[in-house]
């Protein structure tokens, strides 16, 4: 069964470095998405995607934040100047069109 | 966007049925009703969605009263892999759409 994956697992990164976390979206999906989860919280929404365009944002994907699909298969979030707050899992989603799926995550560690 | 009320937790016994219950009384005329769940340490996972009538699939069933304000997601015999966080989300049709995550129930499964 197709799945969407992300890589790293684990990043450790110090306060104010740059850091990309990458995802390979399922194949045939238009729709790609950005979550994060602070341990012990809820899920937050970050950013939607498609046609090579934002299609939404929440108010956490400030200016430090970007996403772009290089290729035909990678979905990439940077973050340009890492807080210790940014520290969370990362997860990356796609849709096909209404049902979303989740890769396992990226725990980012900011130092 | 639309709310969802779920209990913060609940538990059963292995093998025995499940009801999830979740009230969305301000549920407008277009939402789906959507079903994730996230076991620990993993990324959220589609379990199911629906917009008037009952609907059922490998995972799980949903039942939605007639009125729309409220659906129970039901799991017909429960395993320890059950286990899990279990979200109701209200998201309107189409792509690019965002889900957003409440608490949810956290799922306790006895052996």
């Known amino acids: 069964e197709p799945e969407v994956t992300q890589t790293p697992s684990h990043q450790v990164t110090q306060m104010g470095q740059e850091v990309i976390l990458r995802c390979v979206p399922i194949?045939?999906?238009?729709?790609f998405y950005w979550y994060r989860q602070i341990l012990g919280q809820k899920v937050e929404f970050l950013v939607s995607?498609?046609?090579?365009?934002?299609?939404?944002k929440s108010e956490i994907f400030d200016d430090q934040f970007s996403v772009e699909r290089p290729d035909g298969s990678n979905f990439t979030l940077k973050i340009r100047s890492t807080k210790l707050e940014d520290s969370a899992m990362y997860f990356c989603?796609?849709?096909?069109?209404?049902?979303?799926?989740f890769g396992p995550g990226t725990r980012l560690t900011v130092l | 966007d639309a709310k969802t009320t779920q209990p913060n937790s609940m538990e059963s016994n292995e093998e025995e049925p499940v009801h999830l219950p979740c009230n969305h009384s301000?549920?407008?005329?277009?939402?789906?009703i959507h079903w994730y769940r996230q076991l620990p340490s993993q990324g959220p996972e589609y379990v199911i969605h629906?917009?008037?009538s009952n609907v059922n699939n490998r995972m799980a069933s949903l039942a939605i009263a007639e009125d729309r304000k409220s659906s129970t997601l039901i799991l017909h015999r429960a395993t320890l892999r059950d286990a899990a966080v279990y979200y109701c989300?209200?998201?309107?049709?189409?792509?690019?759409?965002?889900?957003?995550f409440g608490q949810g129930t956290r799922l306790t499964i006895n052996p």
């Open positions: 194949s045939n999906h238009l729709y």
């Open positions: 301000t549920i407008s005329g277009t939402d789906y």
């Open positions: 989300i209200l998201r309107e049709p189409g792509g690019a759409q965002k889900l957003v």
């Open positions: 995607f498609y046609n090579n365009e934002i299609s939404e």
């Open positions: 629906g917009l008037t």
């Open positions: 989603a796609s849709s096909a069109l209404d049902t979303q799926y």
